[in-house]
């Protein structure tokens, strides 16, 4: 059964640091990964996809990698801002034929102070 | 087309009465999903259509909940006899077939008092 976990939970940094959010699964076996925000009490706003064949995906300040084999992804915010307050989830779909869904971490809530 | 529609965006509803929510998918969208998500955890998925076809249920989705989507369009899903554990928010999303990813909806968020 695959299992996303998400380290820190919560995450809080003055406006202009560079963070790195983490994301582990723990089957090898994924047709993609997405990163996507939430505002508190709103939907899913998609980030970055990551195919299981690429190693990164870059979107202005945010950049994603993937490491397949070692089961991880990380989301790289550059000179972050207080708008980019929210919860960062990711999901995976797993590479199981038939397989639609999304499995997602519990996600990390970041904080960024003026 | 603005994305994926979800109404009614809030619901306050009695325990063991039956509610209803709507999702309207992006138009050319043949994939729906339904998910469910309570407060600091993450999306879990509860069903999947494939244009009207139901093709997955998760075991999350008990007896007293249905969905459906007639012609492939809109999806609806209702939960009957409501209890406060079905408190949470109901996320719609809607995807192309294959590696495209997932749009999801701003969500319906039931509250059972």
């Known amino acids: 059964k695959q299992e996303v976990t998400q380290i820190p939970a919560a995450l809080s940094v003055p406006e202009g640091e560079n963070l790195v959010l983490n994301c582990s699964f723990t089957d090898s076996a994924i047709y993609n990964l997405q990163w996507f925000r939430q505002d508190p009490g709103k939907g899913l706003t998609s980030l970055l996809l990551?195919?299981?064949?690429?190693r990164e995906q870059t979107s202005g300040r945010l950049n994603a990698s993937l490491d397949k084999s070692s089961g991880r992804s990380t989301l790289y915010i550059a000179a972050s801002q207080p708008g980019d307050s929210a919860t960062y989830l990711c999901a995976v779909r797993n590479l199981i034929q038939g397989a639609q869904k999304l499995v997602f971490g519990q996600g990390t809530r970041l904080t960024i102070n003026p | 087309d603005t994305g994926v529609s979800q109404n009614p965006r809030h619901k306050i509803t009695k325990r063991g009465q039956n509610v209803t929510f709507r999702c309207d998918p992006i138009?050319?969208?043949?994939?729906l999903y339904w998910y469910r998500q309570t407060l600091g955890q993450g999306p879990e998925f509860l069903t999947y259509f494939q244009n009207e076809a139901q093709l997955e249920k998760s075991r999350l989705l008990s007896d007293r909940f249905s969905a459906e989507r007639p012609k492939g369009s809109f999806s609806t899903l209702e939960i009957q006899r409501t209890e406060q554990g079905d408190s949470a928010m109901y996320l719609c999303?809607?995807?192309?077939?294959?590696?495209?990813?997932?749009?999801f909806g701003s969500g319906t968020r039931l509250t059972v008092v």
């Open positions: 138009s050319e969208h043949n994939r």
């Open positions: 999303a809607s995807s192309l077939r294959g590696g495209y990813g997932y749009t």
């Open positions: 990551i195919q299981s064949s690429q």
